[in-house]
């Protein structure tokens, strides 16, 4: 060998090509994960963790002022947005969610 030390020297089996094959299979594998659990969640689940709140649904005035006044600044500043265009009907849902959770940890209702 012109230049070389003489000696032969062997290819690791994780330099050939099957091995390469397999990590891009594994590669493409993760990424399509990623983009699948981005999409759709695990099993259903919602991805914020306030979509399905308890007592989200129930923003009915109740007897505490404190509660009632809470929920219509918060749910108003929520409405403003909306109609600005600041959110889209996706982000509303969640921010109108946040916002009751918020006022009924703040003011327990009775």
């Known amino acids: 060998m012109p230049g070389g030390t003489g000696r032969v020297t062997r290819r690791s089996r994780l330099d050939s090509t099957g091995a390469r094959v397999a990590a891009l299979a594994v590669a493409l594998a993760a990424g399509a994960a990623i983009v699948w659990v981005g999409k759709s969640g695990f099993s259903g689940m919602p991805l914020t963790p306030f979509a399905k709140a308890p007592g989200a649904a129930n923003t009915a005035p109740s007897a505490s002022p ?6 219509a600044e918060r749910l108003g500043a929520v409405e403003q947005m909306r109609r600005d265009g600041l959110v889209s009907d ?3 849902e ?3 969610a946040r916002a009751i959770s918020y006022c009924q940890t703040q003011f327990p209702p009775q």
Not at 66 to 71: G, R
């Open 66 to 71: 404190e509660l009632a006044a809470c929920l």
């Open 90 to 92: 996706g982000q509303h």
């Open 94 to 96: 969640t921010f109108r």
